[in-house]
């Protein structure tokens, strides 16, 4: 497991209710002293920003108390899973820096003692099959201040369920016939109490069994088990579960009812679910996403899926760190969208090579530099990090800038390139305009400067300053790159908070989520540069290299995050 940021997790011990109800464990010498966490993803969708806090949270218990952590699949609905998302959910838990113990899990591996166990229920008169359809046991729950009303089905002798029991099990019953039902209490205040389902029939070819079973046990029946099955000795699990607790409790001491005390009691403990504004983290909405076409897969940058944020160029260590700051809580709440950014932003700033492109280019001719001369340039790779050392530029008589860069006409203070004025070109020399062509529309289309040969690095006059100091590529070696620059994937900073009146999330996507620049040329040595490679263009912002590069045979570049907060500044 990773331990970059353990000093940091460890100051947190003191603080984090979780951590402390463990310690206190841990002080009683409860399951022996052992702590076994685990992560248990449904493989039915792509991991999200959301899950990446779930991750850090059990596999950081595990890492500061010297424990272990599972990674096991709750594949209970063969409808709604695929190999696919198995496979990303180790990528991504290995991607933020974590591992598990021993092999992955799964709930399948526990499908015959699950089915046992349901069995031992039956026999004991706490369960019981209802060929009742699912709209009329949802019509018989009632509500939370009204008690359900009972099945009729309810009290069919032991006989008669093992049978059917046994009949569903074997296939001879279709999709939705009938279902086995835990026997509690109809006029529960905890309408999960109320007789919850503990399996039902789906003919569906399963990823790990294949055909093996057509019967498959509750999300709710299986979870609790299946941490016990394992050990498990604090079930970490977001505030949505609490209501669930007893039922898992429930099932747990009626399946263990006349067994040895078990060595190791699992212990569920709650915490407030990761949500963040202008997006959305339900499964369900994502799917949509990706079925519409609105987004171009479950890795699309805009996503706050991991796997969207890694495209985007989000670095393992800015998500933990982002983790930790977020912290755990009681309460949901919402954290602005900035945080995020800002510990990206943070970790590339110290480790993220500077280059120099130019978006949107206009072409700049150093009138009084040799037409034949280039000439090599040094300049440093990152300020923040001497040791990554320099590299050298190719600097000619033939340049590019920012169009933003120039203005004929500018307003007081404006420190960049204008006829007449001075700006220093980065590791470069300073230079001044002393002119400009247009084409027929008046649109510029080179700017005419002089440079001053004494302001190099090293030379006399490299001391003298100008207020503006401006990025630039060789227009004669410079590449062409596509850059792809990404705002919010929604306008609303609560885009599924609007359900109540009517209105669908979908309303609130942003139109301008994404532009795609094709202009952009950046400095040569960028030709080497490999899908994920990070860089900071200087004074434009965080860019990566998109894995399409080498699927479409060119240089593709997602912007990150720019240098600044400049979301929180239109915002306010």
């Known amino acids: 497991m990773n331990t970059e940021d353990k000093e940091l997790n460890n100051s947190e011990l003191k603080t984090n209710f979780i951590y402390q109800e463990i310690e206190a464990d841990l002080a009683q010498n409860k399951n022996n002293g052992k702590v076994l966490t685990r992560f248990p993803p449904e493989p039915n969708g792509y991991l999200h920003i959301g899950h990446a806090k779930s991750i850090c949270l059990n596999f950081g218990i595990a890492r500061d108390f010297g424990g272990g952590c599972n990674l096991r699949f709750d594949d209970t609905n063969p409808v709604k899973e695929d190999v696919e998302y198995v496979d990303s959910i180790m990528e991504d838990v290995h991607w933020l820096g974590f591992d598990w113990v021993g092999e992955p899990r799964y709930a399948s ?41 009972e099945s009729p089905y ?39 109490m109320r007789d919850p389902l503990m399996y039902r029939i789906i003919h569906r070819s399963h990823h790990r069994t294949g055909d093996k079973w057509c019967i498959y046990p509750m999300y709710d029946f299986a979870h609790g088990q299946s ?27 009626r399946v263990l009812d006349g067994a040895p005390e078990p060595e190791t009691r699992n212990r569920q403990i709650e915490f407030a679910r990761l949500n963040i504004n202008y997006t959305v983290m339900s499964k369900r909405k994502l799917l949509r996403l990706v079925k519409e076409g609105i987004v171009a897969g479950w890795d699309d940058p805009r996503m706050p899926t991991i796997c969207g944020l890694r495209r985007r160029g989000y670095t393992p260590k800015s998500v933990r760190d982002f983790a930790e700051r977020v912290g755990v809580a009681k309460r949901d709440n919402v954290i602005d969208m900035a945080l995020l950014e800002h510990c990206v932003r943070e970790d590339l700033n110290k480790t993220a090579p500077r280059v120099m492109a130019v978006l949107d280019p206009v072409r700049v001719v150093v009138d009084n530099y040799p037409a034949d001369r280039v000439e090599m340039v040094e300049v440093e790779n990152n300020p923040e990090d001497p040791t990554q050392g320099t590299r050298t530029l ?14 004929e006409n500018p307003p007081k203070k404006y420190f960049r390139l204008a006829p007449g004025t001075e700006v220093r070109l ?52 410079a590449i062409a790159a596509e850059v792809r620059v990404y705002d919010r994937l929604f306008n609303d900073p609560e885009p599924g908070g609007h359900e109540a009146e009517g209105h669908d999330f979908e309303e609130y996507l942003n139109p301008d989520s994404l532009t795609v620049i094709t202009t952009a040329r950046v400095e040569p040595g960028l030709a080497t540069a490999r899908p994920l490679d990070h860089f900071q263009f200087q004074r434009l912002g965080y860019f990566n290299v998109d894995p399409d590069s080498e699927r479409e045979g060119k240089l593709i570049f997602n912007k990150t995050v720019g240098l600044k907060d400049s979301w929180g500044k239109a915002a306010k």
């Open 109 to 149: 591996d526990y499908f015959q003692q699950l089915y046992e166990w349901a069995v031992k229920l039956i026999k004991d008169g706490k369960a019981y099959v209802d060929d009742q359809t699912a709209e009329q046991i949802a019509a018989q729950k009632g509500s939370p201040t009204v008690p359900g009303q």
């Open 394 to 407: 190719p600097f000619c008589n033939e340049l590019l800038i920012e169009r933003d860069d120039f203005m």
């Open 227 to 253: 941490d016990f099955i394992e050990g498990i000795t604090h079930s970490i699990c977001t505030l949505e579960f609490e209501v669930h607790r007893p039922l898992y409790d429930w099932f747990l001491d």
């Open 426 to 477: 980065k590791g470069a020399y300073i230079v001044r305009c002393v002119g400009v062509d247009k084409d027929a529309q008046g649109n510029i289309t080179t700017i005419h400067v002089t440079y001053d040969a004494d302001t190099l690095s090293g030379m006399p006059g490299s001391e003298r300053k100008v207020k503006g100091t401006l990025h630039w590529v060789s227009a004669r070696h």
């Open 154 to 192: 309810r009290n069919r002798s032991v006989a008669e369920n093992l049978e059917l029991f046994e009949r569903m099990k074997r296939g001879e019953f279709a999709d939705g016939q009938c279902v086995l039902r835990a026997k509690i209490d109809m006029a529960s205040p905890n309408m999960h």
